[in-house]
């Protein structure tokens, strides 16, 4: 309600700044949060935090918030970069910036805008919170009042949506949070900065995984694993080339592979199809449509309902098994707390061990959980 206190997650974006402007103008008493979330060493060339603490800055005083700074970087490291390199280490892809919101951004973020005394918390994430005060819910059981049940839903814009990042938040998470551009289109969002006159109102989004910034990442991730080569074969067992560490590789790539000179008659590139832990082998086709790129079926573990409770199986849903990919459709074939066995209706691309998939029912949001 207007008045009470509202902590916002600021980034230096323009979506952080425009859902601190638009809580401002509710009436809510906002307080801007400068999450710092990694130690730089030498990561002036590629890290933006101190440019993005001053663009904070100057929105919290063009739009006449307070702004505090806060250091993450301990809880970070511990519960969100440990789980990173250790992923890697298993010949998986994790997606960090999942995790990182679930433990990061909408849990210590949450327990110090608690401490400040705020009621919610806001950021600038493309999605939407909706509260469900009756009715049936996913499970089948009637949803009373009282429950206070809410549903995480895509956002406005779709092609901006982050639901998929956020399927891990719980449900007393979801009833802190708002998400005021949501509701917006991006052309609207910068629309507001710039008539607000905030200087960032064209900023360039962030691109790079949340703690590692733009740098080349085979060049950060070498700090911390070790280089251990080994054959590159086809699924025939044909050698092709030398990988430098299993780790270094994922699903689906292309760009450095690094096979040179041996094309077939059609001169279809090499892709990664799969990883050998036991031989440290890399298992390499060509053609971007190789049957051995493709899935019709997967499973996943350590399950996450931000819905509250498991879906239905042998029922039909949609799912992502990657950010900015469109809904697939898709049936639960079992469900139950450990894993979850899905089925397509038509074979995926590139479905990648570590990633999430994330399931949705129209645009609302179930949750989901790590691919095996």
């Not at 509260?131 to 819910?137: E, L, Q, T």
């Not at 950060?220 to 080569?229: A, H, I, Q």
């Not at 592979?257 to 090499?270: E, F, N, Q």
């Amino acid at each position: 309600m207007a008045g009470d206190r509202i902590v916002v997650g600021m980034s230096g974006g323009v979506d952080s700044s425009v859902a601190a402007l638009l809580l401002k103008r509710r009436g809510f008493d906002v307080v801007g949060l400068f999450m710092k979330n990694w130690e730089e060493e030498d990561d002036d060339e590629y890290c933006s935090t101190r440019q993005d603490l001053v663009d904070c800055a100057s929105v919290a005083e063009m739009i006449g918030i307070e702004l505090e700074a806060v250091n993450f970087s301990a809880e970070y490291k511990e519960r969100v970069f440990g789980a990173f390199l250790a992923e890697y280490s298993a010949g998986r892809t994790p997606n960090p910036d999942v995790l990182c919101n679930a433990e990061i951004k909408f849990k210590a973020f949450l327990d110090h805008a608690v401490a400040l005394g705020a009621k919610h918390i806001a950021t600038g994430h493309y999605a939407r919170v909706r509260r469900v005060d009756a009715g049936v819910g996913e499970n089948g059981a009637r949803v009373r009042e009282s429950a206070g049940r809410f549903e995480l839903l895509k956002a406005v814009d779709s092609a901006k949506d982050q639901s998929y990042f956020l399927h891990r938040l719980t449900q007393a998470q979801l009833a802190r949070v708002v998400f005021p551009v949501g509701e917006l289109r991006k052309t609207e969002v910068r629309g507001i900065a710039r008539e607000a006159g905030l200087h960032n109102f064209a900023k360039r989004g962030s691109t790079g995984i949340c703690f590692i910034g733009e740098r080349p990442f085979r060049e950060f991730l070498n700090r911390y694993l070790p280089r251990k080569p080994g054959p590159m074969r086809t699924p025939e067992g044909k050698t092709v080339g030398e990988h430098i560490g299993l780790s270094f590789y994922t699903i689906g790539q292309r760009k450095g592979v690094g096979i040179g000179g041996l094309k077939d008659s059609a001169g279809r590139p090499w892709y990664v199809c799969g990883k050998d832990l036991a031989k440290n082998e890399l298992i390499v086709v060509q053609g971007h449509d190789h049957p051995l790129l493709l899935a019709q079926k997967l499973r996943a573990e350590d399950l996450a309902w931000v819905s509250g409770a498991a879906p239905r199986a042998r029922s039909s849903y949609g799912a992502k098994t990657r950010y900015r990919q469109a809904d697939a459709a898709c049936r639960i074939d079992r469900v139950d707390d450990e894993d979850l066995e899905v089925e397509f209706s038509a074979p995926q691309w590139a479905v990648t061990p570590g990633q999430s998939v994330v399931l949705y029912r129209g645009e609302t949001c179930l949750g989901g959980g790590v691919i095996q």
